[in-house]
C-alpha cells in the first residue's frame, strides 16, 4: 500500500468527506491498493455485523443474587484454620506422627554405633601398644576388672 493512502486510510474508513483529491484519485487509479482498502472494509463491515443489537440489561436482582452466591462461597478466616475441628485433628496427629517417626529413626541410627558395647579387655590390650611394659599391661587388666 502506497503512502498517500497509509496517511489518511484511518478517515477514509471511518467515512470522513474531507478526503484530498490526491487520495481519492491514487485510490481510483492504483487497483492494489483499491483492493486492500476493499478488503479492509469488507473485514470492518463484518465485524458491525458482530456487534450487538443493543446493550444487555441483566435480568432484576441478578446482581443481588450474585453477590450473594459470592459470600457464601467465600473461604473462611485463617483462624478457624485452627480451631479443633475433626480435619485440623487429624492434621496435628499426623504431624505429630511423622516428628516421632523422625526422631525415632534418628535415635535409632544412632544407636548403631554404640550398640558394640564396651570393648573385651583383649580389645584393650591390643589397642594400648603395652606389650613392651608388662607391668603396664597388669595394670589395665586390673583397672578394667574393677
Keep these: 500500500m502506497h503512502q498517500v493512502i497509509v496517511d489518511r486510510l484511518e478517515e477514509y474508513l471511518a467515512g ?14 492504483c487497483p492494489a491498493c483499491h483492493a486492500e482498502v476493499r478488503e479492509m472494509q ?5 465485524f458491525t455485523a458482530l456487534r450487538a443489537p443493543s446493550e444487555f440489561v441483566a435480568a432484576p436482582g441478578f446482581h443481588a443474587r450474585l453477590n450473594a452466591r459470592i459470600e457464601s462461597q467465600r473461604p473462611a478466616p485463617g483462624w478457624r484454620m485452627f480451631s479443633w475441628e475433626p480435619t485440623f485433628g ?11 517417626f ?5 535415635l535409632i541410627s ?3 554405633e554404640y550398640a558394640a558395647g564396651p570393648n573385651s579387655p583383649e580389645q584393650l590390650i591390643a589397642s594400648q601398644n603395652l606389650s613392651d611394659s608388662p607391668d603396664a599391661m597388669l595394670a589395665s587388666l586390673v583397672a578394667y576388672r574393677q
Excluded at 523422625?102 to 534418628?106: C, D, E, I, R, T
Design 90 to 100: 487429624r492434621r496435628v496427629a499426623f504431624a505429630s506422627l511423622m516428628a516421632l
Design 102 to 106: 523422625m526422631l525415632g529413626s534418628f
Design 110 to 112: 544412632r544407636e548403631t
Design 16 to 29: 470522513s468527506s474531507n478526503l484530498s483529491r490526491e487520495f481519492t484519485s491514487h485510490l481510483e487509479s
Design 42 to 46: 469488507e473485514i470492518g463491515a463484518a
